[in-house]
């Protein structure tokens, strides 16, 4: 599933480093020349593009990155050190454009791939540079020239790497809510969710995943009944399903156990490669069951089911066992990133 993620960052280059003035004193040499060096330039801000990077909320952390400006020149015509260059990870697929102008600078679409977003300042000139035969003394220097500094907007096209399954109701839209800053329509009657909704999940301040709430799947949805038919397809992108069950439903609707198969016939029915895909079981509304009941009730459907796969309780609503799912997740993708990785090189 695709969707845009944009982020707001400064870049600033650094400036170049100033000429010097100086002149040789030494040992009988006590009229020596100029021998002021010149200055280094500044570092320039690169983006490039990585593989282990899959979202843009990290610059909520660091909105700012500055590239190291140049070193002043010294005596004996010695150049200043030019400044380190400072290189951005981003997503593949970010789009970079300039936040006051709209230009759009660059696309960054492989692995590996850079893009300068911010020039470092050229070097300053020391005195030497400016000796002529009619000033062999010159009292002269020049500065660095400022580097750049841009406000940047980020967009990526993302592609969730979790899918949440589940009839209407069950609760997809409360459990993006209660786990990201996503902020779906959450109400008590079928079919709130009438368009996808994407939440990028943050565990730590450089861990993060993307989930995507759907509209919710009914009985007959691989033959075009209901609104989850045209996503159906865009699962078979995401890397694992969370297949949502509201664990006390309302009396006219489907049993818990009715409902989760129903949901596994359609995505039979659509596809063997999307009913192979990692999924897990998510019994959620278990703030609705007497605290003592909560493990029986749901052990009835698991057994029920015949689950072998994952098995997390939670309530969305309040975000009870949310913390332990969303952990849960990050560490599965990041394994399955690493196998992937190991594959490719063997």
């Keep these: ?109 492989e692995v590996g791939e850079t893009l300068l977003v911010a020039k470092g300042g050229f070097h300053g000139l020391g005195n030497t540079r400016f000796k002529s035969s009619i000033n062999r003394a010159p009292q002269k220097a020049s500065k660095g020239s400022e580097g750049e500094h841009r406000i940047l907007i980020l967009e990526l096209t993302l592609i969730a790497d979790v899918g949440l399954l589940g009839m209407p109701n069950a609760g997809k839209s409360s459990l993006i809510r209660s786990v990201s800053a996503a902020t779906p329509k959450v109400a008590d009657y079928p079919f709130t969710t009438l368009h996808p909704n994407l939440g990028v999940v943050s565990v730590d301040d450089l861990r993060s995943f993307v989930i995507a709430d759907i509209p919710g799947v009914i009985e007959g949805a691989a033959e075009g009944a209901g609104l989850g038919l045209q996503f159906l397809k865009h699962l078979s992108r995401t890397g694992l399903l969370l297949h949502l069950i509201d664990v006390v439903p309302y009396e006219s609707m489907d049993t818990p156990v009715e409902a989760a198969r129903k949901i596994i016939h359609e995505v039979e029915k659509w596809s063997d490669d999307l009913a192979n895909k990692p999924r897990w079981l998510v019994l959620n509304k278990t703030d609705r069951l007497p605290y003592d009941e909560i493990n029986e009730r749901c052990q009835a459907i698991v057994d029920e089911l015949g689950w072998t796969a994952p098995v997390f309780k939670i309530a969305a609503i309040n975000g009870t066992g949310t913390k332990e799912l969303m952990y849960a997740i990050m560490n599965f993708l990041e394994a399955e990133r690493e196998r992937r990785k190991n594959s490719e090189q063997e």
Excluded: W
Excluded at 21 to 46: A, H, L, N, Q, T
Excluded at 89 to 99: A, N, R
């Design 1 to 109: 599933m695709r969707f845009v993620d944009e982020a707001e960052v400064r870049v600033e280059a650094g400036d170049g480093g100033n000429g010097t003035i100086g002149f040789r004193r030494e040992k009988y040499i006590p009229m020596g020349g100029p021998d002021g060096g010149d200055g280094g330039d500044g570092g320039s801000v690169y983006l490039i593009a990585v593989e282990n990077v899959n979202t843009l909320v990290d610059f909520r952390y660091h909105a700012v990155h500055r590239a190291q400006r140049g070193q002043k020149g010294m005596s004996r015509n010695c150049t200043g050190r030019k400044g380190d260059d400072c290189f951005v990870p981003v997503p593949l697929g970010t789009k970079v454009s300039d936040f006051e102008t709209g230009e759009v600078i660059g696309d960054l679409t």
